[in-house]
Antibody, heavy 117, light 109 residues
Framework: QVQLQESGPGLVKPSGTLSLTCVVS?????????WSWVRQPPGKGLEWIGG???????NYNPSLDSRVTISLDKSKNQFSLKLTSVTAADTAIYYC??????????WGQGTLVTVSS | EIVLTQSPGTLSLSPGERATLSCRAS???????LAWYQQKPGQAPRLLIY????RATTGIPDRFSASGSGTDFTLTISRLEPEDFAVYYC?????????FGQGTRLDIK
């Protein structure tokens, strides 16, 4: 059973950089899947941030494209998210998820990131 | 981008009743790359349906069914159980960016 676990700071200052890591267990990140980040502001809906394929190629939501970087570390079986120039609007629960032809079939439990001084 | 509009926004029903949730896309969702998720408070979304109509795992009860193609999709819960009251999201992953509907909240009446 594939499991994903997010980690990173729960508090980021405005204009700073949000950095999160998702460790994958129970399966190799090098398999033919893609790995995504999805966020959910408190009490609101889901927004796809972007994803990275096992090959390393990336695909970002145009609404965040200029601020997002997703990277893969195959040696640690993990992938990461960096979001720059954050504001209060970036406060959300951040989920990592595995993508396939079956959509997002495995999700992490989510981690709340608050942007505040 | 493909905009997904879910209706109704909130559905209030009683256990044992039938629930019908709609998801309409602003453009054709090719390859039936349409999925449905269930989300309960404090939990991550759970994949229920992929490919517009295929239940995700053997753990998804057969009271959950889905259909549709093109721009119109439906999730049906045939007989509501207490654990089914949650928020449901549709999602398309045929065209980048991946997009989600705004959700339908299924409340106990």
């Amino acid at each position: 059973q594939v499991q994903l676990q997010e980690s990173g700071p729960g508090l980021v200052k405005p204009s700073g950089t949000l950095s999160l890591t998702c460790v994958v267990s129970g399966g190799s990140i090098s398999n033919s899947n893609w790995w995504s980040w999805v966020r959910q502001p408190p009490g609101k809906g889901l927004e796809w941030i972007g994803g990275i394929y096992h090959s390393g190629s990336t695909n970002y939501n145009p609404s965040l494209d200029s601020r997002v970087t997703i990277s893969l570390d195959k040696s640690k079986n993990q992938f990461s998210l960096k979001l720059t120039s954050v504001t209060a609007a970036d406060t959300a629960i951040y989920y990592c998820a595995r993508g396939s032809e079956r959509a997002f079939d495995f999700w992490g439990q989510g981690t709340l990131v608050t942007v505040s001084s | 981008e493909i905009v997904l509009t879910q209706s109704p926004g909130t559905l209030s029903l009683s256990p044992g009743e039938r629930a019908t949730l709609s998801c309409r896309a602003s453009q054709t969702v090719s390859g039936s790359f349409l999925a449905w998720y269930q989300q309960k408070p404090g939990q991550a979304p759970r994949l229920l349906i992929y490919g517009a109509s295929t239940r995700a795992t053997t753990g998804i009860p057969d009271r959950f069914s889905a259909s549709g193609s093109g721009t119109d999709f439906t999730l049906t819960i045939s007989r509501l159980e207490p654990e089914d009251f949650a928020v449901y999201y549709c999602q398309q992953h045929s065209t980048s960016p991946v997009t989600f509907g705004q959700g339908t909240r299924l409340d106990i009446k």
